[in-house]
Nanobody
Framework: EVQLVESGGGLVQAGGSLRLSCATA????????TGWFRQAPGKQREIVAC???????????DFVESVKGRFTATRNNAITTAYLQMNDLKPEDTALYYC????????????????WGRGTQVTVSS
């Protein structure tokens, strides 16, 4: 059974940091790129970061203002876990954060991701 389980969300003040984790099982983790998405109420799900296995397989969207430079996606293949380090958090970062896995290289399209977790809530207070 494929499993992706996010953890590490919570309530944080603006300017604070959180590290999300995504523990996975049931698929060949080292053959998949892992992406992080978020969805705020009333908004579409959007990618915030992705990291694959190649040194250059990474993706940070230009259209998500100021994510790049604040968010960093990493992974540990040995324990099939992905991470999202989020620094200098802002109230507009408040959302449900999901991890997902794709057999393709990193990219922004929701439909390209094969497996999804259920999400972890991140709330940033001003």
């Amino acid at each position: 059974e494929v499993q992706l389980v996010e953890s590490g969300g919570g309530l944080v003040q603006a300017g604070g940091s959180l590290r999300l984790s995504c523990a996975t099982a049931g698929f060949p983790f080292d053959e998949y790129a892992t992406g992080w998405f978020r969805q705020a109420p009333g908004k579409q799900r959007e990618i915030v970061a992705c990291v694959g296995n190649g040194d250059d397989d990474m993706y940070y969207p230009d259209f998500v203002e100021s994510v790049k430079g604040r968010f960093t996606a990493t992974r540990n293949n040995a324990i099939t876990t992905a991470y999202l380090q989020m620094n200098d958090l802002k109230p507009e970062d408040t959302a449900l954060y999901y991890c997902a896995a794709t057999f393709y290289p990193c990219g922004p399209f929701v439909g390209a991701y094969d497996f999804w977790g259920r999400g972890t809530q991140v709330t940033v207070s001003s």
